[in-house]
């Protein structure tokens, strides 16, 4: 197995071992782990997409040796199963969805830096995204290290944040795109969720900044100065040359942590499809969630 760098702060191509080999053989699974807690992205090429079924039960096992699989949430294609399809194809039509339609103002919202699943009672370790159909241009993804943000942030600044927490909501991230863009089935399934703004891997002991699109509000501090200080921080993580972008290619599945990263899709033209299929793995208390959670508070809304 060979881990190449790709950026110097974030994500790494994996080379002679293929998802499978991951799946089947726990030493592999090892040696791929010890990568992912290392460089947070990690990059497989020319993994088999010409058959649906088995590409899904390689990706469902693979991610299944990180840990338990998230469902895909209410009302989004694929929910109930572990799949979150993300797609600009209509499922009945087979045509390209509408700029209005709702799939593609999730894809607007996804163009969001974020992390997944910040906004559940459970939050994700890792996400693992399998690229099926890609424009020949655009749809690109990027990625920061929210552990080289942390570290370029002043020494009193990260004293306060590794004891402050913050709510995120999808309903939030979802109205910068569109007032009515998280439905009232979504927003009752997916109350805020409060996270402490370090996350410690217990691992190495690496902190990261834990804060996402989905982030509206911090404990104890007014909702303007908060907004205020998650937008100075969302742009200290985002600085230009801090980011990997991921240039699509046939046959690739990227893997990131949720716990030590942001990302974002970029745009593509609408006359063009793009289909993609992700697995989200849960963190568990072994992944730093104990020290996540914060004390008894009461909930504040969006």
Known sequence: MEVIQLHPEIAAEIRGVSMADVAGNDDVYRAVRAAFEAHSVLVFRNQPTNDGDHIDQIQVGYSAKFGPLETAKVASLGEGTPFSILTNIDPVTRGLVPPTHKEALRAKANQLWHTDSSFRQTPALASVLSARIIPGVGGETEFVSQRATWN?????????????????????????????????????ALPPALWRMRWRNPVNGRDSLYIASHTYAIEGMPDNEA????????????????????VWRNGDVVMWDNRASMHRGRPWPLDK??????????????????????????????
């Not at 927490?165 to 795109?177: D, F, L, N, P, T």
């Not at 499809?273 to 730093?288: K, N």
């Open 152 to 188: 370029r942030l002043p020494e009193s600044l990260r004293a306060k944040l590794a004891n402050s927490y913050a709510w995120h909501s999808y309903a939030h991230s979802r109205g910068k795109i569109a007032p009515e863009l998280a439905s009232q089935r979504e927003q009752n």
């Open 227 to 246: 907004q205020t200080l998650i937008d100075e921080l969302t742009a200290i993580a985002t600085a230009p040359g801090h980011a990997y972008e991921h």
């Open 273 to 302: 499809p793009r289909h993609m299929i992700r697995t989200t793995i849960a963190a568990t208390d072994a992944d730093g969630v104990a020290e996540l959670r914060p004390p008894s508070m009461p909930r504040k809304t969006a």
